[in-house]
């Protein structure tokens, strides 16, 4: 991590509760305080029930709404993006992995399969007049660039739910492509330790029936200070880009976050360590509550450590 990102964080960070102390501890101490408490969940209505979902961080509300992605009955939520009608911009996209058949009931499915990488020039079958980058159907005109200002720009469209996180059909696939799914990234990053983070988000992905990992990524476009420039002076580009991870498995939960500032130098060799934050710290970073559905007593204590053995952090 760079001084300048260093001092970001530490900055930040004293914000955050004594607890972040234990924050490069492996204890998983879970004695639990009020297994019923949690004073700031989402408020789920009829239009989205799916806000109390564990990924889902606290949305934002405002000038923000909520856009989600089904791939059919068969497998249920695909992913979901917190959308800014006003800076046409997202601040996230959430979704799950996991590396097994739920049950029917659970409407969940493997993140495997062999849907391929969507294309219209390579798959001609598939929504074949649209643009390799299509705009979100369920998006109103007024809410997004009339055109796409990736092109040209130096930047490559960078995917925030992975086309290799959604194999499972070719409509899940297809729905990672979506305006709505990228943010602008340097072609070192992108390719590089962006590609790195998002590995090692399908390799701690868990293999046993009941288990999940639960995913929110995205890029900071809230502050001026995390902002590296606005294409064409319209589309943000962000400074850093982040993870929220939480793991569950075995009735136990786990979280860590990635953070990493958005540069054109390749930093995929660097050890995936030295831009590990708790979650705590990343909320002080970013603005955004995390995993805010969980009950406290488990929120507080995943958010304020990260057990780097276990996530096979060396």
């Known amino acids: 991590m760079n001084n300048e990102l260093k001092r970001l964080a530490f900055c930040l960070s004293v914000c955050i509760t004594v607890t972040a102390i234990l924050s490069c501890s ?3 101490d879970d004695t639990p305080i009020d297994t019923t408490r949690n004073d700031n969940k989402n408020i ?4 989205n029930p799916e806000l109390a979902r564990p990924e889902f961080p606290k949305v934002k509300g405002g000038n923000s709404i909520i856009l989600k992605y089904y791939s059919g009955d068969t497998y249920g939520l695909n992913y979901a993006v917190e959308w800014d009608t006003e800076k046409k911009s997202q601040r996230w996209s959430c979704y799950i992995m996991v590396d097994h058949y739920h049950s029917n009931s659970d409407r969940q499915h493997t993140y495997k399969g062999n849907a391929g990488r969507y294309n219209p020039q390579t798959n001609p079958g598939n929504h074949p007049n649209e643009p390799q980058y299509p705009f979100d159907p369920q998006l109103p005109e007024q809410y997004r660039w009339s055109s796409d200002l990736f092109y040209g720009s130096g930047y490559d469209h960078g995917h925030i739910c992975p086309s290799a996180d959604r194999q499972y059909s070719k409509e899940a696939n297809y729905q990672t492509f979506y305006m709505t799914n990228m943010q602008p990234q340097r072609n070192a990053f992108n390719a590089g330790l962006w590609a790195v ?3 090692k ?3 701690c992905t868990p293999k046993n029936i ?4 639960f995913v929110c ?3 900071t476009i809230d502050r001026e200070d995390q902002i590296i420039t606005r294409i064409r002076g319209m589309m943000i580009v962000p400074k850093y880009y982040y993870m929220a991870l939480l793991l569950k498995e075995n009735g136990q939960y786990s979280a860590l976050a990635f953070f990493a500032e958005h540069t054109n130098v390749n930093h995929s060799n660097d050890n995936l360590r030295d831009y590990v934050i708790t979650i705590d710290e990343l909320e002080a970073l970013t603005g955004i509550d995390f995993f805010c559905n969980l009950p406290d007593y488990i929120e507080n204590n995943v958010e304020s450590k990260v057990a780097y053995n276990y996530w096979g952090i060396r």
């Open 217 to 219: 990524k995205g890029g």
């Open 210 to 213: 009941g288990d999940t990992l």
């Open 197 to 199: 983070m998002e590995q």
């Open 44 to 47: 789920v209505t009829k239009a």
């Open 201 to 203: 988000v399908r390799s």
């Open 26 to 28: 492996d204890d998983n």
